[in-house]
């Protein structure tokens, strides 16, 4: 105390509190707050970096080349820095996939202990649509805090960007030139390309966010497969939705154990979700004021078609890399992917390009990396980064994680697999209250095959820890951690070595000290 | 398939579900079933060791002493392997702790959303402690039908035990002899020594789950400042009881960081939980039926009296050395642990002991983890056992979890330390909607200040994580994994290497990114 008092005397200074006022009022009227401007016009150094977009790997970038010694400026159209993930993506997101699965708990246990009756009711997407639009300006904040008064991040928000060359940027009538350029643009939603998908009611997960505006009927159509289709599927159907996902191939191919997979879709299908694979959407119908009225899809089967006000698309993402493509050439894959060596340059010299403008993965992780290892670049260090053999992870109403290698990939490399599963194989299914932890203690007493579900795979041969995969709650974090471990050659001795924080979500400490004794190990 | 079709045709085989039968009519009439009885008389081999007890600490020696190749047999009192843990202690604690959380949410809530309108409304605890009554026999169905079927573990259970010199043991009537005894007896609540401590409606965690046959009243004390305590007193203040917390010294002093402990205690008043600091209970008082009525405890400000039906007494538990004193000769310490060397071995040679029955700490991993190192050294292998440095945690409504070092601690030992904290500090206090994550993700956009607090405490110099503390959930289960990569030495520099599974629990990974460029490394 008082840590505050010199930047309170800086009239600059804003609370995290003040920021979300001022955050509010920009995304109200832009342009009555116009420029949010936090230059040191007092530093003659000439910038060693601009970044073109302050998402997460403009924000990243920025903060790891300001604490490496370089100056930045980052430049963004919203007056806020943190980009489209806490606005209308993965925060979002997190917070459907929270209610969906306290839902699915309530209607489980609906009308006993302290659960209401929720028998045929819905409950309101749009309130908690609403609630979100309430609440995001918080996080918003303090990342602005956080930006300004803690990493000394220079930035330009609410003001439009324009690329003049590789070395010069003008935002809101203003020119800045740097010794480089780091493009993270992001990427946006791939739209249908079918008749009426400018419909009223057809959504992706922005304009979920953004243009919401009525309570979606009994039925909503989702168009998808991956992640964001379960995710938001999963939402809509715990909130009392006729829920019937269009998939165009196979749901999920992406959780690769195929029990894990099974469990998981088990799950979803069981809460009363539709889901019709090898379905090819063909049209989307509308009312007479232009409001979605049925959606038509071609599958194995015939035609389908369902009436429904509400069409949700998530058919992936596409880099949003048009702008930075005509203004200074930079070269781009067919998805629209900027294509960058492994110090995140460009075609151009000294344009660099991070986050989800670069592709795939699409994930926070690269995205914040690749703005730091671009920075790095920028100062002088020769850097590799390519993300490879990441941990991952999805929303159904449960939380699914994963790491290394699947059952059945493991099992077409190494002769020696062994399986460490909990609920065990047993003649009862899985019926059973095993594995349990913080979040399905509930299940775990009175719906026990809704407790979860988790295995770990093993080269039994060198005793290492070749994947792990888990359904429940609670064990995404510890993903994070474990994957380090395993690529460090975590083996079953090591695991059964330490220090379990029972109740604990992932049982893979104590089922691998129940095996570890043996020589020859044995699957349980 | 059919992998169960040689254990079927074995006359003694259960399936989970008829081993979940078997066993509630054992707890229900434990004479009737008589002895449950698997021992593989075709085996001519002596018993190696005989572990008495079947709880964590004897399931898990049983298991890993014939993995290598051993041959035990573990015997209880109860009809299932896996001891109080799942039976009346850890278990319930979960579920009660899992619904604090999720009724703390119901009533942050009321009435908007889906949750109903819970204002003055009690929940029964009754029915939650029901609940478990009816679902415990799950669990314990599994692990008799994994110790049998996978762990190969040889057992009588439903029958009394008497130790009868250090190679025998009587079993219901049958005398079982072996080179080594495991004594793996746990322990008991510690029960009040005052006027009234056995008056109906006095319980500890044991009896409440065992007992309790009506539905506690208003107002519930509780006795007691630990982790048992803080518990089940917030999970009764969450079924909207006022709840008096009666504590003799400092509430949960074993939060040694400072601001974690504040958060934590600030959030448990906010819930309305009245805690008395430096109070000692001087007497329980009746009524006319002999059922608690009123507790009265000395305190600074004087004497205080409570009117209540209901006293739930957590004041930690004391060894069951008793039987093995007498039996034995056993040297125990002066709260009655059984005193062992570093390979389990008590004063009296071919006698070991292990779990909760040796002292300090009573967690879930030393029982599992003492066990199987007594297992090792009975087959000859040079052991050496001491817990230290394990990862911790308990419940609020919160998952509070923490590892090494507390901020102050850290200060005390280091020139440098550097703090990495979310909420960052800031004028508006905690205020603030991050950290967020899984099952915070309400309170994040509408109760910011309920979403949680995290701290990393870092050395400057080394750049290595010396201590990591979470309020929230989620971040439990990377307790256990974190805590290994710090005590291989993590560093703020791997920290940032990692790929963090967004929105992840622990900010540990990005905090650490933020700040890891930095050559003199600053608090966040």
Redesign the interface.
Known sequence: MD??AIS?SDPSFL???QWARKIEEALEAPSLIGPIRNIRDDDRRPFDAIFVGGGAAGR?GS??????GGRQLVVDRWPFLGGS?PHNA??PH??F???A???M??RTFSG?????D?KG?T??IK??VD??R???T??H??MN??SK???DIEFVLNAPVRIVDASTVEVAGEVFKARALVLALGAEAIRLDVPGHDLAGVHDFATLVETLDREPGDTMVVIGGGKTAIEYGCFFNACGRRVVMLVRGRLLDLIRDGDTRAYVIDRVREQGMEIIEGATVSAITGDAVGRVARVVADTAAGAVQIDTDFVFQALGERPRSRAAVEALGVAVDNNGAVLVDEQLQTSVSGVFAVGDLIGAPM????A??SG?YA??AIMGEKVCYR?VD????LHTHY?V?WLGLSEEEARACYRNVVILKM??????GL????P???????Y???R?HMSGFQKLVLDGDSRRVLGAHHVG?????????????VRRGLTID?L???????????HF??LS???????ELRS?
């Open positions: 840590q505050f309170r609370t995290i509190e990243f903060a790891y080349l300001r604490a490496v993930c993965c925060v997190h917070l996939s929270d209610c699965a306290e839902l708990l309530a006993s202990l302290w659960f209401p929720m009711q409950t309101s309130e908690v609630l979100f309430r609440g995001r918080g996080p904040a303090v805090y956080q008064e803690q990493l994930e926070m992780f690269k914040r990396k730091t920075a790095r993300p990441w941990p991952d992870f939380e994680s609920p065990p194989d047993n003649p009862n019926n059973v209250g095993l349990a932890a913080d979040r399905t203690m509930l775990a007493m009175a026990p709650y609670g064990a995404k974090d510890a993903f994070q951690y474990l994957s380090v471990l090591e059964g070595e330490m220090d379990e924080l029972f109740l604990n979500p992932t400490i104590q000290r129940l095996r570890a004794g043996h020589r349980l």
